[in-house]
């Protein structure tokens, strides 16, 4: 299938794509698209595999792509004595001249559902990545540390609570047990690496910029460093956030009054991989550890 790419503008860190980072019909843009593929096989009874692969643009025109060119010195209008209207055709020649990336975002998964008697098994595993040069594209205009890989994967098992009865309506009660990490890999910098070195040279040369005479430093290159110095490891920028390696533990109830209806009441036990004196819930109550009750009601028609 063809569809609307992605904005990568409205990715985020915890996120990953999210509910923002796709759009809605009304604000949707053929600027970049996606294609995406599904393939489903029935083996046996009551078992279904299938996978889905999807790639497409997530730049729309919005990202600009991170290199090292940026820290070219650039004379100034001023620097070349132009008048004003000169330098408002200089400037516009700049924007048309602007390199942009499409940012292409890959996401594949697998899935599982075997159904047998009163029982349901169902598996599923996601992963999400894009290459370095577009995830430090889209951390510069976001200001957010995207990751450059994200994954995720859940196993179910539920049982027909009405299976004793002659009623064809169902009541299921199910265990999940979710692993979501939206940070897996990110685009990060290292000591004695390619900016250390350049930042070397341009210290000694007026024809480029050093990292702290980037407008925004290590977010001009794409590299977003942790607020908190405790988040980072020494020599490196960019660590993933370790709350946004989450797990989670579900236990609940889905009632079907219709095979195409469904009333569902479920309780979310949340952890996250970090062990960060400040993730406690007392100090940051966005630590991916809290825990959730949800209530639910859905339709296919």
Same mark, same amino acid.
């Given at each position: 299938? *063809? ?23 009304? #604000? ?78 890959? *996401? ?60 064809? #309506? ?12 939206? #940070? ?63 797990? *989670? ?43 959730? *009750? ?8």
């Amino acid at each position: 299938g *063809i569809m609307t790419g992605l904005d990568g503008t409205r990715f985020s860190a915890g996120d990953w794509i999210g509910e923002d980072g796709s759009y809605r019909g009304s #604000q949707a843009t053929l600027r970049d698209l996606a294609f995406v593929a599904n393939v489903e096989w029935v083996p046996l009874s009551g078992l279904t595999l299938g996978s889905t692969y999807f790639v497409g643009g997530a730049g729309q025109g919005n990202v600009s792509r991170v290199n090292d060119s940026q820290r070219l010195f650039v004379p100034t209008y001023q620097d070349l004595g132009l008048d004003d209207q000169a330098a408002s055709d200089l400037q516009a020649l700049q924007r048309n001249n602007q390199q942009l990336t499409p940012v292409t975002v890959h *996401i594949a998964e697998g899935h599982a559902l075997y159904r047998t008697g009163p029982w349901d098994f169902r598996a599923l595993f996601v992963k999400g990545w894009m290459n370095d040069e577009d995830t430090r594209s889209l951390n510069s205009a976001t200001g957010e540390n995207i990751g450059r890989v994200a994954q995720g994967g859940y196993l179910e098992v539920a049982f027909n609570l009405l299976s004793f009865t002659s009623t064809e #309506q169902r009541l299921m009660l199910f265990l999940r047990g979710e692993k979501v990490n939206t #940070q897996k890999e990110t685009a990060q910098r290292y000591a004695g690496g390619k900016e250390d070195i350049l930042d070397a040279f341009c210290s000694s040369t007026a024809s480029c910029k050093t990292t702290d005479q980037l407008a925004n430093g290590n977010q001009d290159l794409g590299v977003i460093q942790a607020e908190d110095a405790g988040r980072e490891a020494y020599g490196v920028n960019g660590l993933p956030n370790k709350t946004n390696d989450r797990s *989670i533990a579900t236990i609940g109830l889905a009632y079907f009054p219709h095979p195409n209806v469904v009333v569902k009441l479920e309780y979310a036990r949340a952890d996250s991989a970090s062990t960060y004196y400040r993730d406690t819930e007392f100090l940051n109550p966005d630590n991916n550890k809290v825990d959730h *009750i949800n209530f639910g009601f859905g339709f296919i028609f």
